[in-house]
Each structure stands twice: as C-alpha cells, then as structure tokens.
C-alpha cells in the first residue's frame, strides 16, 4: 500500500494515513483504507485498531484538486467507495481509537467519527468538523447520523449547516473529541487507551460496541443508494462546478 501504513502490535494494529503533506484522500487512499480494514477485522490476531495521521494532519479532507478532475465514471466509484468505506468503518466490530494528530476537516472528521473513543493534539491552528455545506459538497444522511450521535441532534444541525469547523476546545466541549493532549503524546495516549479496551471480554466489548451503534447504523444498507445519485448529480451542478473551479485554483496557488 502507499498511502496507508500498518504497524502491527502485539494484539492490536496502528493504521496511519500517509499521503503528502496534508493526508488529503484521493480515491486510491479510499481504496487501501478499505483493503485495510477488511484485513484488519478479519484477522483474529488483531484484537483492535488505531487510526492516526502524521504530524499536523491526521487528514485535510478530500483532495479536491484531484477529484476535480475526474470524470463522471471515476466521481460515481469515489463517492461510491468513499461512503462504503465510511459504512465499513462505522461497522468495525472491533475497539477502534482515532488518534488525531492534527487537522481533520471534512473527509478527516468522516474518519475520526467512526472511532470508539478520540483523542486531538492540542493547538490553536487545529480544527476538525464537517463544513461541506461551506464547500459546496453534499453530505449524506449517514454522515448526519453519525455526527449526531457525539455531538446530539441540535448541535449537530446548527454545526452542519453552518458549515462550522471547530476548534480544539469546542471539540472537547461538544463531545466530537474525548481527549485534547500535546501531539507526542497523541499516540500513546491512544495505546493506552487501547490497552483498557482490550482488557474487556472481547464479545461483550463487541456486543456492547453494537448496541450502543444501532440507532446510527441502522438504514445504512439503504440510504446510501439515494445519497449516491444526489451527490453525483449536485457535483455536476453547473454552479456548484463553477464554485469548485474557483476553490480549486485557490488551492493551486498556495
């Protein structure tokens, strides 16, 4: 793989995100995350994952200035994968932790959502969230969900819409983050974390895991065909590809 490294631990796994200097996801980044996974939960050997980035960015997002360049076909794969991978993650049946380690906006929250418990580097200039609304991108009612069920409905309605990226401190408060430490510290914090979930009986963990997802996972088998096509056909949209051109040359010229 190339832009997903696995470290293997005595009974648990660390996932890193390592494409450039941003970590922003591309559809071939989609694609090993989701290899990655279906590995990682069908080896019995490994009792649990740790999802982390590199220094500053655990993910920017979608990489935008590549997906803007695909065609109809290759948009219709990646938003395909890109929410199979989402649905996969979500569903993970094992203790999963996102060490955030930096900037995680958009396509990085969609990640770090997905983990049991998540712990952010601290700083001013981090943020995370779900601001597609503000960049033109059609959210799913599976991302909805999911956002909704750390940070409750009210709260995630007034962020969503607003296209809102938070801060650190608003993250910890608003419950989208359960742990703020320096980022050296990230990573281990999220081992031991690790650790204290391994130590639980491993079908009570899952069973438990389950019960306490089933509101956010169920309707997942069949919202994601609507959302699809919606999506794909926003993406085209001769206004929101107008605005797409513009952000992508603004990115191009820093």
């Known amino acids: 793989m190339q832009t997903v490294h696995i470290e293997r631990k005595q009974n648990y796994a660390i996932v890193q995100l390592n494409r450039g200097k941003v970590n922003a996801i591309n559809h071939q980044m989609t694609k090993e995350i989701r290899t990655a996974f279906a590995n990682l939960e069908s080896d019995d050997t490994v009792k649990g994952v740790i999802v982390t980035g590199i220094p500053h960015f655990f993910s920017a997002g979608l990489d935008v200035i590549e997906l803007y360049s695909y065609d109809e076909q290759q948009m219709k794969e990646f938003f395909n994968d890109f929410g199979g991978m989402y649905i996969q993650l979500a569903k993970f049946t094992k203790p999963l932790v996102s060490a955030i380690t930096g900037h995680s906006p ?34 799913s009612s599976n991302l909805i969900r999911g956002y909704a069920f750390w940070l409750g409905e009210g709260l995630a309605s ?70 699809l096509e919606q999506a794909i056909a926003l ?8 605005k797409m051109k513009a952000f992508v040359e603004s990115l191009q010229k820093r």
């Open 235 to 242: 993406w085209w949209k001769p206004e929101i590809r107008a």
């Open 106 to 139: 958009a396509g990085g929250c969609v990640i770090a959502i997905t983990g049991d418990y998540r712990i952010m580097a601290e700083g001013e200039k981090y943020t995370i969230g779900l601001n597609e609304v503000a960049v033109n991108i059609q959210i």
């Open 158 to 227: 007034q962020y969503l819409l607003d296209g809102k990226l938070l801060n650190v401190d608003e993250a910890l408060a608003s419950g989208l983050v359960n742990e703020v430490c320096p980022l050296e510290e990230v990573l281990p914090k999220a081992e031991a974390k690790m650790q204290q979930y391994l130590r639980a009986d491993e079908e009570i963990f899952k069973n438990t895991k389950y019960k306490l997802r089933k509101p956010w996972l169920e309707g997942m088998e069949t919202d994601p065909k609507i959302d």
